[in-house]
C-alpha cells in the first residue's frame, strides 16, 4: 500500500517541484531585469530621483521587494526600449506597407512612440499604487477579524510584541500578516525596539485604518492601559465599519445590475434586431459601417469588452470577506 500510495503521489510531487521551479525561475528572471537596469542607468538617475518621490512612498506602502533605484532604472530602460522599437517599427510600416511619404512617416512614428513610451511610463507609475491600494482593502476588509484575534491574544496575558509574532506567523495568506511579517523583521534584523518598529509600520501602511490601530496600540501601550479592551472596541467599531460598506456594496450592486442589463443586454439585443432587419431590407450603409459589420462588431467586440470592464469593476469593488 505504502509502494503505491507513492506511486500515485510521484507525478503530484513532480508537478509541484516543476511549479516551484517555474515561479523561482520568474522570481530570478526579475531580480536579474532589476539588476541589469540599475547597473546600466542607476548611477546616472541620481539626478532626476526627486521627481519620483510620490513613487517611492507607494512602493514602500505596496510592499514591493525591489530598490526604488533599482526600479526607477528599470522604468526608464523600458520606456527607452519601447520608444525605439515603436519608432523604426512604424516607420517602416508607415513608409513600406502604407507607401505614406517620408515627412508623414517621420512624424506619425514619433508621435506613436511618444504615446507608447508615455503610456509605459504611466504604467510603471500606476503599477505601486495599484499595488498599494489593493493591499488597503484587504487590510480594510480584514481588520474586523484581526483586531478580535487580537483581543483574544492579548486577554490570554500575550506580550504586546508577541500579538505581532503570531500574526506573522499565521497559515492563512492575510494582508494583516504582512504588516506584521514586516514589524518583526524591523525587530529581530534591524534591531527596532516595539514601538518603533511599530511607528515604521504605521508611516508606511496604505491603510488608514491600521494605521490608527497601530497608532492607538501604541499609545495604549505607552500609557500602561487595557491592551485587550483597546483592541475589543477597535474591533466592535470596524465589524460596524464592515456592515456599513456592505450595505452601499449591496446598493451598488443592484445599480450594476441595472446598468448591466441595460446596457449590455437589453441595448446590443435592440441593435441586433435593428441592423438585422436593415441587413434583410437591404438598408443603406453608413460608409464603411455596413449593418453586417456593424452586427459583428457588436456581437464579437462590443458585448465581450464591455462584460469584461463589467467584471473588473465588480472585482475591484467586491469586499474580499
Do not use: C
Not at 225 to 253: P, V
Not at 291 to 302: D, E, F, G, R, V
Amino acid at each position: 500500500m505504502t509502494q503505491i500510495a507513492s506511486q500515485v503521489a510521484s507525478p503530484f510531487r513532480v508537478m509541484i517541484g516543476h511549479g516551484a521551479q517555474r515561479k523561482e525561475d520568474k522570481e530570478k528572471a526579475k531580480s536579474n531585469s532589476w539588476m541589469f537596469a540599475y547597473r546600466l542607468l542607476g548611477e546616472r538617475l541620481t539626478f532626476f530621483l526627486p521627481l519620483f518621490k510620490d513613487l517611492d512612498n507607494n512602493m514602500r506602502k505596496a510592499k514591493m521587494r525591489i530598490s526604488f533605484k533599482a526600479y526607477v532604472s528599470l522604468t526608464v530602460l523600458v520606456t527607452s526600449v519601447v520608444f525605439a522599437s515603436a519608432l523604426l517599427t512604424t516607420f517602416l510600416l508607415t513608409l513600406l506597407v502604407f507607401r505614406l511619404s517620408p515627412v508623414i512617416s517621420v512624424m506619425l512614428s514619433v508621435g506613436i512612440s511618444l504615446f507608447a513610451s508615455a503610456a509605459t511610463t504611466i504604467g510603471f507609475y500606476a503599477y505601486p499604487v495599484y499595488r498599494a491600494d489593493a493591499l488597503k482593502r484587504k487590510l480594510d476588509d480584514e481588520l474586523p477579524f484581526t483586531t478580535g484575534y487580537m483581543a483574544i491574544l492579548a486577554a490570554t496575558g500575550v506580550q504586546p510584541d508577541r500579538i505581532f509574532y503570531a500574526l506573522a506567523e499565521l497559515k492563512t495568506s492575510l494582508a494583516t500578516s504582512i504588516e506584521a511579517k514586516e514589524i518583526v523583521r524591523n525587530i529581530k534584523l534591524f534591531g527596532f525596539d516595539m514601538i518603533s518598529a511599530l511607528e515604521e509600520a504605521s508611516e508606511n501602511t496604505p491603510s488608514k485604518h491600521f494605521k490608527e490601530l497601530l497608532e492607538g496600540f501604541i499609545s495604549t501601550v505607552h500609557s500602561g492601559g487595557n491592551l485587550a479592551g483597546y483592541l475589543r472596541e477597535k474591533s466592535r467599531q470596524y465589524m460596524r465599519l464592515k456592515r456599513i460598506k456592505l450595505r452601499k456594496f449591496s446598493n451598488t450592486l443592484s445599480m450594476l445590475s441595472e446598468f448591466y442589463v441595460t446596457m449590455l443586454i437589453v441595448g446590443p439585443l435592440l441593435f441586433i434586431i435593428m441592423f438585422s432587419v436593415m441587413a434583410m431590407l437591404g438598408g443603406s450603409d453608413f460608409g464603411l459601417l455596413n449593418p453586417a459589420l456593424m452586427l459583428n462588431i457588436i456581437t464579437y467586440i462590443a458585448i465581450p469588452t464591455g462584460s469584461l470592464v463589467f467584471l473588473i469593476i465588480l472585482d475591484a469593488i467586491s469586499p474580499k470577506w
